[in-house]
């Protein structure tokens, strides 16, 4: 129900338009209790007001509201359950409106673990690492997560030195030390870690030209990095 142009509720009068040409022996004009409202007006009046709103218009209501959230953003289940948990709706409601969401095919977690895989992959640039730890975020249990990430091809390796082939051009004023630990840096919070993160920074900084400054002992002799 839509509510009034105003946003108020109707006025009911409790009164006729006579009522305005009272006699002064009228209680309202002398200040009575209730100025002249009856009191079995007022209790219909308040059980009227009070009256609230039924399961079937609770539930429409919150539908209505996880349809908007879901045209803005792909939800996964447990989210979609945490917007309606925000309503008015008991827990069976929700169970039921979430059971329907999913039969239609507005909710449905493994193809959202797949476009957050692929989104990750291709437009982040990120491990495996840190594409669990973002569908676990969003709530999406942890077998679906596997299936996602069990779909991706064993390389990790060649993403992680792509990832790193982008961010190296851009360090070429950097000397070697601190471009290697920023590069690695990158990486590890994009999910690489270990040997995979480091040799990926090392192959990207030499394509890119970046050279470590070569310590000279007193000796004389200048040592270059040999990688």
């Known amino acids: 129900m839509q509510p009034d142009d105003d946003g108020l509720a109707p006025v009911i009068p409790l009164f006729g338009a006579a009522g305005s040409a ?3 022996t009228d209680p309202a004009a002398t200040g009575g209790p ?4 009856r009191f079995d007006d007022a209790a219909e009046s308040d059980e009227s007001a009070s009256e609230e709103p039924d399961a079937e218009s609770l539930r429409r209501g919150a539908e209505e509201i996880l349809v908007r959230k879901l045209r803005a953003k792909q939800l996964s289940l447990a989210e979609a359950r945490t ?3 925000g309503t ?4 069976d409601l929700v169970e039921d409106v979430l059971d329907e969401f999913c039969r239609r095919g507005y909710l449905d977690d493994r193809t959202l673990a797949s476009l957050l895989v692929t989104s990750g992959t291709e ?3 990120q491990g495996r690492v840190a594409l669990a730890r973002s569908l676990s975020q969003r709530g999406i249990p942890r077998e679906i997560v596997d299936e996602a990430l069990g779909e991706l091809p064993d390389d990790d390796a060649e993403r992680a030195l792509e990832f790193a082939r982008s961010k190296a ?5 950097l000397d070697w030390d601190t471009a290697l630990r920023r590069l690695h840096g990158q990486l590890a919070r ?3 870690g270990g040997s995979v993160a480091m040799d990926a920074a090392r192959t990207a900084l030499r394509e890119a030209g970046v050279g470590r400054t070569g310590v000279r002992p ?3 002799v200048r040592f270059v990095d040999s990688d």
């Open 22 to 24: 009272r006699s002064s």
């Open 34 to 37: 209730r100025a002249g409202v």
């Open 83 to 85: 917007v309606l948990r």
């Open 88 to 91: 008015e709706l008991d827990r």
């Open 123 to 125: 437009r982040k640039g």
């Open 169 to 173: 051009s851009g360090m070429s004023r």
């Open 190 to 192: 994009r999910g690489y």
């Open 218 to 220: 007193a000796s004389g």
